[in-house]
């Protein structure tokens, strides 16, 4: 088994200063990640220990690298010894356990002297983070709700109720059109997407100053929040 192992390459020794440089460089893009983590991070769930723990991750994970070094011995050794660890610690969000793999990753990467790796790799992952977390890809617009009013027999308002809905709202749909409780009146129901937040307001006093239209009233639709 020796001789299997000795004709698969000699074992490399890292010097000393390839060890710090190492070292070094897996704790400063652990503690970016885990910087850009904490700038990002969004809901209740936050943990100062995950943050320790992204940053020793990535260290841990260059120390196992640099001890293995191209030995597959030390390599199946470390893999047997960490099999023996049960790792109960539940991650309920999903881009946890991605940031855990980035710290993970860049360790690796410093372990096995990658440099451009190790430091191209986090920033850009860093960098997409950030993009991701800022920008409308992933976010939902939360100023949607149902617009609902009456419109009094004998007036003729299609065409103003149009005009002030376009001028308010990025999209609009008729969900609803019935008798309203009071005698010949209808009662019109509208899913709307307004322009901006502060439009509601200014939607529901234009709608009221129409002579015909009345009881005006908007229902924004609540978030659901992430924890």
């Not at 841990?60 to 690298?65: G, K, L, N």
């Not at 617009?147 to 308002?157: A, K, Q, S």
């Not at 999209?171 to 209808?186: C, G, M």
């Amino acid at each position: 088994m020796e001789e299997l192992f000795n004709a698969l390459g000699p074992a490399r020794a890292f010097g000393l200063g390839e060890v710090i440089t190492s070292l070094c460089l897996s704790f400063v893009m652990g503690m970016l990640i885990a910087k850009v983590y904490r700038w990002t991070h969004g809901g209740f769930s936050y943990s100062r220990s995950f943050l320790q723990t992204l940053v020793l991750g990535a260290v841990v994970s260059t120390i196992m690298i640099v001890a293995i070094g191209n030995n597959m011995a030390r390599g199946l050794g470390i893999l047997g010894a960490l099999s023996l660890i049960r790792f109960r610690t539940p991650l309920r969000d999903p881009r946890d356990i991605i940031f855990v793999f980035a710290s993970l990753a860049t360790g690796i990467s410093c372990g096995a002297q990658v440099f451009t790796i190790a430091i191209v790799g986090p920033l850009f992952f860093c960098a997409v983070a950030v993009f991701l977390t800022f920008s409308p890809f992933t976010s939902r617009r939360t100023f949607e709700g149902l617009l609902r009013f009456i419109v009094l027999e004998g007036y003729d308002v299609e065409q103003t109720i149009q005009q002030i809905l376009i001028a308010h709202t990025a999209h609009v749909e008729l969900v609803a059109l019935r008798e309203a409780l009071q005698a010949d009146a209808k009662e019109y129901s509208y899913q709307v997407r307004l322009l901006q937040p502060s439009s509601k307001a200014e939607l529901v006093d234009a709608l009221a100053e129409v002579d015909g239209i009345e009881d005006v009233s908007m229902i924004m639709q609540r978030s659901t929040v992430e924890i």
